[in-house]
Protein backbone atom coordinates (compact mmCIF):
# COMPACT_ATOMS: atom_id res chain seq x y z
CA UNK A 1 0.00 0.00 0.00
CA UNK A 2 1.28 3.96 -0.96
CA UNK A 3 0.54 6.24 1.22
CA UNK A 4 1.91 10.02 -0.94
CA UNK A 5 2.67 12.72 1.62
CA UNK A 6 -0.48 15.09 1.03
CA UNK A 7 -2.46 12.14 2.32
CA UNK A 8 -0.45 11.89 5.24
CA UNK A 9 0.27 15.60 6.06
CA UNK A 10 -3.36 15.82 6.85
CA UNK A 11 -4.07 12.98 8.89
CA UNK A 12 -0.55 13.89 11.12
CA UNK A 13 -0.46 15.42 14.15
CA UNK A 14 2.62 15.64 16.16
CA UNK A 15 3.32 16.57 19.97
CA UNK A 16 6.07 18.29 20.84
CA UNK A 17 6.84 18.22 24.26
CA UNK A 18 9.10 21.40 25.51
CA UNK A 19 8.81 25.28 24.16
CA UNK A 20 12.39 25.68 24.77
CA UNK A 21 14.34 26.90 21.19
CA UNK A 22 14.43 23.13 19.52
CA UNK A 23 10.71 22.78 20.47
CA UNK A 24 9.46 25.73 18.97
CA UNK A 25 11.93 25.81 16.22
CA UNK A 26 10.50 22.06 14.96
CA UNK A 27 6.78 23.53 15.44
CA UNK A 28 7.70 25.91 13.10
CA UNK A 29 9.44 23.49 10.42
CA UNK A 30 6.71 21.09 10.54
CA UNK A 31 3.94 24.17 9.84
CA UNK A 32 6.08 25.37 6.69
CA UNK A 33 5.40 21.28 5.71
CA UNK A 34 1.78 21.21 6.73
CA UNK A 35 2.07 19.29 9.60
CA UNK A 36 -0.14 20.37 12.03
CA UNK A 37 1.72 20.21 15.76
CA UNK A 38 1.05 21.25 19.49
CA UNK A 39 3.43 22.22 21.83
CA UNK A 40 3.63 20.88 25.32
CA UNK A 41 5.78 22.99 28.09
CA UNK A 42 5.54 22.27 31.75
CA UNK A 43 6.64 25.36 33.12
CA UNK A 44 3.90 28.04 33.08
CA UNK A 45 6.00 31.30 32.33
CA UNK A 46 7.48 31.27 29.19
CA UNK A 47 10.84 32.30 30.46
CA UNK A 48 11.43 29.30 32.29
CA UNK A 49 11.33 27.45 29.21
CA UNK A 50 14.22 25.59 28.14
CA UNK A 51 15.38 25.89 31.59
Known amino acids: ?9 QQQRIAIVGAGPGGLTLARILQQHGVASVVYERE ?8
Open 1 to 9: MTTTIANTK
Open 44 to 51: QSPSRAGH
